[in-house]
């Protein structure tokens, strides 16, 4: 179904970003990996996709840099010919209340969550045009369409992207190029395994115990949304069956935003 495509995954050596550069190499997608890893992850993650039998390549490149970013999609264009399909899943969190949210960390979340999906999206898109075929999917968040204290820097970035979602689906409707938000609640990545492991000992709870509140406060199906569910729909997105879903903040979250 994607033989012939190539997609750049931002931040994808783990977590969400990895399950979708899985789940559109299994369809045949050549992959470019970013982010800020060890060689040996690197090395293993490339191997994995490499043994689904398509192209892998990674490319560093610190998203809070615009330069970079020129660099990335460049060496990308030139080393693998095109990129179809772009993924921004990068991004920095910093919680804290707006008066203890330190200006560094608002500036650089605004440039790895926001300035880089902006960046990445006006460097990669003439040449989709040109196409006339592109899939752009920006991982938001149920933080994407709802507040919540003590997050500034997430909820603002987030509702951004939505914003920027939008108004590339319109810029780009004639195109044959579609670009959504996901907007997942709590799905269970290294990185929410390690905040509820810490809130637990935080609160001195067992990490089951802690698990149960933090899931019955977000989720009202009390599980966590698997990443591999995400990447399925990733994967739909880039079919030619989604090509008019477009400009949508599109949830999964197991039914928290239905009670907004
Ligand atoms: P993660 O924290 O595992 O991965 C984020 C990646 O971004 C990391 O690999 C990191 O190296 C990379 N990154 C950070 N700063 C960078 C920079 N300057 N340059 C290049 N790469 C950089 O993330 P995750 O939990 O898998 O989430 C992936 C996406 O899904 C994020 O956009 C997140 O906001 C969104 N999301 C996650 C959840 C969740 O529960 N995990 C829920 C809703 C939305």
Known sequence: ??????????GSLSGIGFEISMALAKKGCAIVLNGLGDPALIESQLL???DLGVNAIFI???????HEIEVLVSQAMSTMGSIDILVNNAVSRFDAVIENLPPEKWAY?????????YH????ILPSMKAKNWGRIINL????????VAGRTDYVVTKHGLVGMTKVIALECAEYNITCNALCPGAVETPFI?????HRAQEASLSVEAYTKEFLKARQPSKRFVQPSSVAALALFLCSEEARDMTGTPIAMDGG?????
């Open 1 to 10: 179904m994607l033989q012939g495509k190539v997609a750049l995954v931002t």
């Open 48 to 50: 994995k996709l490499k």
């Open 60 to 66: 560093k490149a610190d998203l809070s840099v615009p």
């Open 109 to 117: 979340a605004m440039a790895v969550n926001l300035s880089a999906p």
């Open 120 to 123: 990445l999206s006006r460097l």
């Open 140 to 147: 938001a968040s149920i933080y994407g369409v709802e507040g």
């Open 193 to 197: 395994k390690e905040l509820v492991t």
């Open 256 to 260: 928290w935003q239905a009670r907004a």
